[in-house]
């Protein structure tokens, strides 16, 4: 009698968190000003940890986009993360959105961290994620300048309508920027009813039903054969973080909402899918893995 062959493996995602604090997300920017930040109560290292207690509790090895501001503040924290085993990569160095900056304090800014976060943990840092998503039709110049910068990967689009960031005509999955060889790796979306809805972690993760969101990864995983990425913050585990004063009702709503089930909703999430770093989920120099695409502002075109 003939054996059925075992069930293919499940595929690996990318779990991927961004270190930075609670008062330096862009819906406080117009409350906190960035020289005000120090006297705001410090946060970030605690919750961090507590992350990476969470990951050592599910044998979980995660990609930490760090900010280069943390970084000098909390050194020990980055060798820390380093040490057990996971990547480190830059999130730029103060969380300045690349429609604030020109190029050139851009570029000051990767550089400056690249080497930050080199100098303490003696690895090279090859990825970046840009600060509230902030490339797009734009900012697209900030692929080059991460490649110059020596960067090899890119995980700063999202491929949906927001009022805050968004790129709804890029491509879906990984692909090679055509002029400059970056790998950009878009953060995780489903596509239904004709449009792209966010399926890859953040306010959406604790806004939508822990059941739809766990279907629409599964579906990217099994329906289209394509490892996910997933993010979220140190503050999103922190519901007793201070109120800020001043904020918007949809900004306080947008930061605030269900903090309390964030760390559940990531113990299950780890019971349900695998995950890895993002430079062991994506090949970066794979060039024959991915398509090439050239990004405009008005238009897409894929060779």
Not at 50 to 79: K, Q, S
Request: hydrophobic residues 40%.
């Amino acid at each position: 009698m003939n054996k059925l062959p075992p069930p293919p493996e499940p595929l690996v995602n990318a779990m991927t968190v961004d270190v930075e604090d609670y008062f330096q997300v862009a819906a406080f920017e117009k409350c906190i000003r960035r020289e005000d930040w120090p006297r705001w109560p410090i946060r970030v290292e605690d919750n961090t940890r507590r992350v990476l207690e969470l990951f050592a509790g599910h044998g979980v090895h995660a990609t930490f986009f760090v900010l280069g501001w943390v970084a000098e503040r909390f050194p020990v924290l980055v060798r820390d993360i380093s040490a057990g085993g996971h990547e480190i990569a830059s999130h730029g160095f103060g969380h300045e959105r690349l429609t604030n900056l020109s190029r050139s304090e851009f570029r000051d800014g990767i550089t400056r961290t690249k080497c930050l976060l080199e100098d303490l943990t003696g690895t090279a840092v090859v990825g970046y994620r840009a600060p509230s998503y902030s490339i797009g039709p734009g900012t697209l110049w900030a692929h080059e300048e991460l490649r110059e910068a020596g960067y090899r990967y890119s995980s700063s689009i999202v491929p949906i309508h927001h009022d805050l960031y968004g790129m709804p005509g890029a491509p879906r999955f990984a692909f090679f920027t055509e002029r400059f060889g970056l790998l950009e790796i878009p953060v995780t979306t489903v596509r239904r009813w004709g449009r792209n809805w966010p399926c890859g972690g953040g306010g959406y993760f604790r806004l939508l039903p822990y059941a739809l969101f766990r279907r629409g990864l599964r579906r990217v995983n099994r329906g289209e054969q394509s490892s996910g990425v997933f993010y979220f913050h140190p503050w999103e585990i922190d519901p007793q973080q201070p109120r800020v004063p001043g904020v918007t009702l949809k900004n306080r709503l947008r930061h605030s909402l269900n903090l309390t089930r964030t760390a559940p909703r990531l113990d299950r999430l780890m019971r349900d899918f695998r995950f890895d770093r993002m430079d062991r989920v994506f090949s970066v120099d794979a060039y024959a893995d991915y398509p090439v695409v050239a990004l405009q502002a008005a238009e897409l075109r894929v060779n």
